[in-house]
């Protein structure tokens, strides 16, 4: 009887820790899996890639940064080329003009610190850089 109530509990503890897992594992929006994050830009420039390359890769993952002011001087410190930076900036400012909606923080999505954004339906032209 008593070896029946332990093996109940062992199931019972395999069942929630597999769970926690699962749970742990999903709670990374799917949304954030496209995106292309600042933390993964700032390591793209360490490995010393091109800031053409970044930006390529910036306006292919179709990612919005919405970047508060302590978070540009940090990544200005940190040695991110001035280009990659403007272009990070100029996501948001040519996104909010095409997609009013992005001035709601309810249409953001924060992760590692940083807020992110994906319009659906939103063209290539809206990564495109101009002359």
Known sequence: MQRLIVDKWRLLLAVLVSGTGLISCSSQPSSVSSFLTVPQ???????????????????RSHTVYRLLPNQIENLKRNGLPARVLRY????YRKALLQYPSLSDWDNWT?????WYASPSGAGPDLWLEEP
Do not use: F, H, W
């Open 88 to 91: 990070l900036q100029k996501t």
């Open 41 to 59: 830009i700032v390591a793209l420039s360490r490995k010393g890639v091109p800031a053409d390359e970044i930006i390529e890769k910036i306006q």
């Open 110 to 114: 924060l992760y590692e610190g940083y």
